[in-house]
């Protein structure tokens, strides 16, 4: 059994400069409260990777906005100027790595992969420094793993022993993060008995999940 921590302690469990993985695809399936907490705590110079920065002063952005984040991993910042402007002025430094790519190299950390081949990016900027490599003819760029000291994602449904179920779209990247980090923060729209989410419908295992976000408290 994982008793569920408040979103303020386990948001101090991150140091200054910690790298974080933090699901979602434009706010989407991301965890806003974790997100709320480590604007509220000041963490700082923190190295993000995520598939976007979300918007101005929503999701992701909201980090971006504080001056929070000093290095960004994502595969676009197309709907944040802030992100942009702050790339520009180098007070952020952005890798810009396709979805497809990014998805990847977080799934190679998690499951052992020594990197993926992949022909997304040859002949482009994405090959810049990178070890191309020829199979029966055909060049392929190796992409390595992306690994990270905190995961924080987000999960329809938890139950006690940290077992996680997604819902549709909000899925995203977050089961595959939850394997790539050393520590996995979750917050979840509901915390069920254990038993309610049925085994087939388990994606994250309770096993890699370190600890759950107690529910918000209701206001009446």
Not at 29 to 42: C, E, F, K, T
Not at 56 to 61: L, Q, T, V
Not at 112 to 137: A, P
Not at 201 to 211: L, S
Request: with cysteine; hydrophobic share 45%.
């Amino acid at each position: 059994m994982k008793k569920a921590i408040s979103v303020e302690a386990a948001i101090e469990l991150i140091p200054n400069g910690a790298s974080l993985m933090i699901g979602g695809f434009m706010g989407i399936g991301s965890p806003h409260r974790m997100i709320d907490a480590l604007v509220a705590a000041g963490t700082s110079n923190l190295t993000i990777i995520a598939n976007d920065t979300g918007k101005p002063n929503y999701g992701i952005g909201k980090l971006i906005s504080t001056g929070q984040v000093k290095h960004v991993i994502a595969s676009h910042i197309g709907l944040n100027p802030e992100t942009q402007a702050k790339m520009f002025s180098k007070d952020i430094t952005v890798d810009l790595v396709p979805q497809g790519n990014l998805a990847e190299r977080i799934r190679a950390a998690g499951f052992g992969l020594g990197g993926v081949l992949v022909q997304t990016g040859i002949g482009t900027l994405v090959e810049e420094g990178k070890r191309v490599i020829n199979i029966d003819g055909e060049d392929w760029l190796l992409e390595l793993p992306i690994f990270a000291d905190f995961a924080l994602i987000h999960a329809h449904q938890a139950d006690y022993l940290g077992n996680l179920a997604y819902q549709l779209t909000a899925t995203n990247f977050n089961p595959v993060m939850a394997m790539a980090a050393k520590v996995v923060l979750c917050e979840a729209n509901e915390i069920v008995p254990i038993g309610m989410i049925s085994p087939n419908d388990v994606i994250t295992p309770g096993a890699i999940v370190t600890e759950l976000i107690s529910m918000p408290h209701k206001h009446h």
